[in-house]
């Protein structure tokens, strides 16, 4: 399996942009897909995951300003995020893991099977 982000970027502080997690070679029926974020010298920042059972669910740092959705005939999930800050800067991660996110939620990045590469967002005030 590997997933593959979109290009991050920069924005001006009140900005949106989106970010795309585009899978191959998966192969189970469903996957718990998360969204993390990472600023320098911080620990990783779980932002929001979905599944088919759970939903959508979000940290309280984004919630109303992200939205993580999905195009299952795509295998593609999106990270909408809205009215940026510069405190929303880092580089940003997918990751995919076949459980369900009821048991993978409280996990890392890396306490998934699988995780992308990461995209840079800038936000400048």
């Known amino acids: 399996v590997q997933l593959l982000e979109s290009v991050g970027g920069s924005v001006q502080s009140g900005g949106s942009l989106r970010l795309t997690c585009r899978a191959s070679g998966l192969t189970y029926e469903s996957y718990c897909v998360g969204w993390f974020r990472q600023a320098p010298g911080k620990e990783h920042e779980a932002l929001a995951h979905?599944?088919?059972?759970?939903?959508?669910r979000y940290a309280d740092s984004v919630k109303g300003r992200f939205t993580i959705s999905q195009d299952n005939s795509k295998n593609t999930w999106y990270l909408e995020m809205n009215n940026l800050d510069v405190e929303d800067t880092a580089m940003y991660y997918c990751?995919?893991?076949?459980?369900?996110?009821?048991?993978?939620?409280?996990?890392?990045?890396?306490?998934?099977?699988?995780r992308g590469q990461g995209t840079q967002v800038i936000v400048s005030s």
């Open positions: 990751a995919a893991d076949p459980l369900s996110c009821m048991t993978v939620r409280n996990l890392g990045p890396d306490g998934y099977n699988h």
């Open positions: 979905i599944d088919p059972d759970d939903g959508a």
